[in-house]
């Protein structure tokens, strides 16, 4: 079992910056692929950056660039630290893990955080 607890979210700047943390709880988190997810309202949840265990990562276009995925497995934490921000980024940031599968796939993630809201203003 994973626990999944996000922090850093908040209010800021088109062009600023923001760092969420996700810190993990579990025996077998150091072979788990870690992934961050967003959801703005009305629309479906998007899958935006991942990491496996051994540092394998993936972005999707639009954030690429602009926000670097990282995980220290010592302190059970991944971060997704986010430059350049812009209005379009504003959403529901969620941490998902899953034990299992690549960053290519975005499926199969089995646990998740509560959430943490991110807003960009223009």
């Known amino acids: 079992q994973v626990h999944l607890v996000e922090s850093g979210g908040g209010l800021v700047q088109a062009g600023g910056s923001l760092r969420l943390s996700c810190a993990a709880s579990?025996?077998?988190?150091?072979?788990?692929?870690m992934g961050w997810f967003r959801q703005a309202p009305g629309n479906e949840r998007e899958f935006v950056t991942a990491?496996?265990?051994?540092?394998?990562?993936k972005y999707t276009d639009s954030v690429k660039g602009r926000f670097t995925i990282s995980r220290d497995n010592v302190k059970n934490t991944v971060y997704l630290q986010m430059n350049s921000l812009k209005p379009e980024d504003t959403a529901v940031y969620y941490c998902?893990?899953?034990?299992?599968?690549?960053?290519?796939?975005?499926?199969?993630?089995?646990?998740w955080g509560q959430g943490t809201q991110v807003t960009v203003s223009s």
């Open positions: 990491i496996s265990w051994s540092g394998t990562i």
């Open positions: 998902a893990a899953k034990y299992g599968g690549t960053v290519t796939q975005y499926y199969g993630y089995t646990y």
């Open positions: 579990g025996r077998t988190f150091s072979g788990y692929v």
